[in-house]
């Protein structure tokens, strides 16, 4: 499926009209119009704000697999059987304190996006899953990670920590990153 076709199918999908989707991405009908169409694309930072308009993440908006899809299955297969093997009461979700310390989330797993192009700012995103619905995967942005190394260590320490039967868990090896701009871009805080 092309990107214009995807995009168009998860903006029905939310009843969002195209003037509607345009007001909330502070663009113009036509530019909606125009990605639909597959005669453009949007810019990196339009990418971010379409994947938070639509609660979808840039991954599943551009319709990518993720890189190791059998070795990401395996992982998920394994911390399902780790968590349903833990007997935790509260049905194998652990509690995560997100990376700016507003949030607690309840997670059934968690798994890593990588963000294209977004320049000087943090590259690879770790999403909670909190559940599943009619329209997909129910996800919150838990923290953000300067490379490939650091979200590999956060997701390591969750499942050990779910593997346990911890019911919470401090993210360790977050990016700290603060929101610029009118779409509210992540940048890497120095």
């Known amino acids: 499926m092309s990107f214009g076709e995807n995009l ?3 903006r029905k999908t939310r009843n969002l009209t195209q003037e509607q989707f345009a007001e909330a991405l502070g663009v113009s009908r036509q530019a909606v119009s125009k990605w639909e169409a597959d005669s453009g694309y949007p810019e990196t930072e339009k990418l971010i704000a379409i994947s938070r308009v639509l609660g979808v993440s840039v991954d599943k908006l551009l319709d990518i697999e993720p890189e190791n899809q059998e070795q990401k299955q395996t992982e998920n297969e394994a911390l399902s059987a780790e968590r349903d093997q833990s007997g935790d009461a509260a049905g194998g979700t652990i509690a995560i304190t997100t990376f700016d310390k ?5 997670c059934q797993s968690v798994r890593s996006s990588q963000v294209v192009g977004n320049g000087k700012g943090p590259k690879y995103v770790l999403l909670g899953i909190k559940g599943s619905g009619l ?7 838990l923290g953000w990670y300067a490379d490939k190394e650091q979200i590999r260590r956060e997701i390591e320490s969750i499942r050990l920590a779910m593997s346990r039967g911890e019911r919470t868990y401090q993210l360790q090896f977050y990016t700290k990153v603060e929101y610029r701009g009118v779409l509210g871009q992540p940048h890497i805080v120095e």
């Open 8 to 10: 168009r199918l998860m």
């Open 102 to 106: 507003e949030k607690i989330v309840r």
């Open 135 to 141: 329209l997909g995967e129910k996800t919150e942005i």
